[in-house]
C-alpha cells in the first residue's frame, strides 16, 4: 500500500492526544508519593531580568548572632536648674521715686522708720489723735478746715525736702484718709511718701509706745 503522509497524520496526533490522555489519567490515580507535579514553572522556569549597569542591589539585615544580654542605656535628661541668689526670695516692695512717689509699708518698716526718726503724720480726726498716738506724730486731720495750717506748721519745724521721706497714717483696714493726705502732699511737691498700711490700730497690737493728749 502505498504510504500517504496526509493519511497518516491525523492517525498520529489521535494517538498523540490518546497517549497524553492515558498519562494524565494515569498520574490522577497514582498515590501521592508517586503523583508528578504538573507545572508551567517546571516546564518553563522564569527568565531572570538582567540588572542594568550601575544598579545596587540592597541585602536584607541579618539579626545580630550575639545579641545584647541587656537592653541599651539612653540618655538620661539633664535635671533643670534650680534658681540661685534672689530668684528665691519674694518680691519686695518698690521703693518710693519719682516715678513711683508713694507707696504702702508694713507694721515692721514702720517701727524701724520710728526709731530713726522719720516724721509720722497722723491723718485721723483730731478726737481720735488726742486719745491716742504714735509719739511725735502731727496732727494733720484730713478731714478738718485748718489742715493747712497744720501742714504749715509741721512743714516749719521739720523742713522735710523734697525726696525726704514722710510716713503717714490712719486707722487702717479700709481708711484711706492716709491716702488722701499723701495725695495732697504729692501736689506740694513732696515724692517719698510711706504710708503705714496697717495704722494706728496695728501700732497698738503690735505693743509699741503711745502718746495721749493735744499736739
Request: hydrophobic share 40%; with cysteine; proline share 13%.
Amino acid at each position: 500500500m502505498p504510504f500517504s503522509l496526509r493519511s497518516t497524520f491525523p492517525r498520529m496526533l489521535a494517538l498523540a492526544g490518546m497517549a497524553a490522555l492515558a498519562a494524565l489519567v494515569s498520574n490522577t490515580l497514582a498515590s501521592a508519593s508517586r503523583r508528578l507535579a504538573w507545572s508551567s514553572y517546571a516546564l518553563a522556569p522564569p527568565v531572570p531580568t538582567p540588572l542594568r549597569e550601575g544598579t545596587v542591589v540592597s541585602m536584607p539585615s541579618q539579626p545580630s548572632a550575639n545579641p545584647p544580654s541587656e537592653p541599651v542605656a539612653r540618655a538620661r535628661p539633664a535635671p533643670l536648674a534650680k534658681p540661685q541668689g534672689s530668684a528665691l526670695r519674694p518680691p519686695q516692695p518698690q521703693a518710693a521715686t519719682a516715678e513711683n512717689p508713694i507707696r504702702e509699708i508694713t507694721s515692721q518698716e514702720a517701727w524701724k522708720a520710728f526709731q530713726t526718726g522719720v516724721p509720722f503724720l497722723d491723718a485721723r480726726r483730731s478726737a481720735e489723735y488726742v486719745e491716742g498716738h504714735i509719739p511725735g506724730a502731727w496732727c494733720t486731720p484730713i478731714w478738718e478746715s485748718d489742715l493747712d495750717d497744720r501742714l504749715l506748721s509741721f512743714k516749719a519745724a521739720r523742713r522735710p525736702g523734697p525726696e525726704d521721706p514722710i510716713i503717714i497714717y490712719c486707722s487702717g483696714g479700709s481708711c484711706r484718709d492716709s491716702h488722701l493726705l499723701a495725695a495732697k502732699l504729692l501736689n506740694e511737691g513732696y515724692f517719698h511718701l510711706l504710708i503705714y498700711r496697717d495704722g494706728f490700730p496695728d501700732w497698738v497690737a503690735q505693743g509699741h509706745p503711745i502718746d495721749k493728749g493735744q499736739p
